[in-house]
Every structure is written in C-alpha cells, then in structure tokens.
T-cell receptor, first 113, second 116 residues
Framework: GNSVTQMEGPVTLSEEAFLTINCTYT??????LFWYVQYPGEGLQLLLK?????DKGSNKGFEATYRKETTSFHLEKGSVQVSDSAVYFC????????????FGKGTKLTVNP | DSGVTQTPKHLITATGQRVTLRCSPR?????VYWYQQSLDQGLQFLIQ???????AKGNILERFSAQQFPDLHSELNLSSLELGDSALYFC???????????????FGPGTRLTVL
C-alpha cells in the first residue's frame, strides 16, 4: 500500500537555526509529494510540492527535493523564524483510482526567540 | 484564505445524535474530499466526490455518509455518534486536471466535532 513516514516531534529550535524534517514514502506507483503546514487553530495549507523525480519544491524559504532512489522528500529551511512554529505534514498522492492524500503523522515545530 | 468554507466551525452534541457538516469548495473546483483528523489516527481520508458523483471511499464508517449537490457544495452526515467520532473534520477541494494526482488540494478551516 501507500504510506508516508515522517520524523515525529516535537522539534524545538532557536530562531535562525537550520531545519530538517525527514519524510520517506512507500508507493505503488509514481506519486506526487506534498508538504502541508497547519498553524494553530487553522486548516492545512500547501507549503510546497513536487510531482516528478528530482523536482525541487520551494516556498517561503522552505525546500524539498523528490528523491526517487531513496524514496524521500525531506523538508529543509536554512533559517527558521518564530512564525514557522506549526505542525508540518508530508503527504503523497498516487496516479490511478482516487487522488486522495496519504499523510504522515505530522511533526510539530516550535521555534523559540 | 484557501477559498474553501466549512460550517459550522464547532459542533458539540451527544452520543447517538446525528449531525451534518457542510463544505463549499473553491469556485471552479469539481472535486471535494473529506478527511478526519484525530489524535490517535492522524489525518485519514474519508470520501471523495467529483462533479456530483462519488469517486472514492476511504476509511469511512457505515454510519457516515456524504453527498455533493449540483452547486458542488458537499455535506457529510454523521449518525449514531459515538465518543470516538470526536475529531476535526476537514473538507478539501481541487480543480481536477488530467493529471489529477498532481493537483493541489485546498483545505477548509475544519469543523471540530465534540461528542459528549
């Protein structure tokens, strides 16, 4: 089946620190990969996505590269801010049948000033 | 603001009751998805509609049903509610292109259901 495994938090960093949140996937087919972010009390927002191998998604200083050989899509940011505190979800969608998103369990990030 | 609206924002009800959650997709989006977010199960896909027709079912209980109306809004009906149904219910919509698995799904703010 299709599944996503991401590092479980919580992750606590100081402002301007480097962030990596690991995400690996298993898919029967060729997936599209997504990172969504959920701020406290809000719904999920798309942060970035990549739809084919070696694609790099980027947005608001966050980046992730679709690595087919390692089945990974790790999220990185060079310098986090307090406003980046949120829960981050890695997800995939596979061609064929439903286009449902399969989510990882989420990683809670807290950035301290 | 994603453009997806959900009502109500909060719902508190008792076991055994029935509730209806409503979702309006972004203008032009034909697909609507329902997801359940709970502490123990995480984010789980429930059901998808495309242009009024059911397209896929996930981990949706038989006590739950949904439909999409001609104006493309959708309703999720939850009946015979149990304590374990307490969760955040999200609706998402997407435009649905030819390469559907690459489409971005836009999420609403969610309905928090509390069953007492």
């Amino acid at each position: 089946g299709n599944s996503v495994t991401q590092m479980e938090g919580p992750v606590t960093l100081s402002e301007e620190a480097f962030l990596t949140i690991n995400c690996t996937y298993t898919a029967t087919g060729y997936p599209s990969l997504f990172w969504y972010v959920q701020y406290p009390g809000e719904g999920l927002q798309l942060l970035l996505k990549a739809t084919k191998a070696d694609d790099k998604g980027s947005n608001k200083g966050f980046e992730a590269t679709y690595r087919k050989e390692t089945t990974s899509f790790h999220l990185e940011k060079g310098s986090v801010q307090v406003s980046d505190s949120a829960v981050y979800f890695c997800a995939l969608s596979v061609q064929g049948g439903s286009e449902k998103l399969v989510f990882g369990k989420g990683t809670k990030l807290t950035v301290n000033p | 603001d994603s453009g997806v609206t959900q009502t109500p924002k909060h719902l508190i009800t008792a076991t055994g009751q029935r509730v209806t959650l409503r979702c309006s997709p972004r203008s032009g989006d034909l697909s609507v998805y329902w997801y359940q977010q709970s502490l123990d199960q995480g984010l789980q896909f429930l059901i998808q509609y495309y242009n009024g027709e059911e397209r896929a079912k996930g981990n949706i209980l038989e006590r739950f049903s949904a439909q999409q109306f001609p104006d493309l809004h959708s309703e999720l009906n939850l009946s015979s509610l149990e304590l374990g149904d307490s969760a955040l219910y999200f609706c998402a919509s997407s435009v649905t292109t030819y390469s559907r698995w690459t489409d971005t799904q836009y999420f609403g703010p969610g309905t928090r259901l509390t069953v007492l």
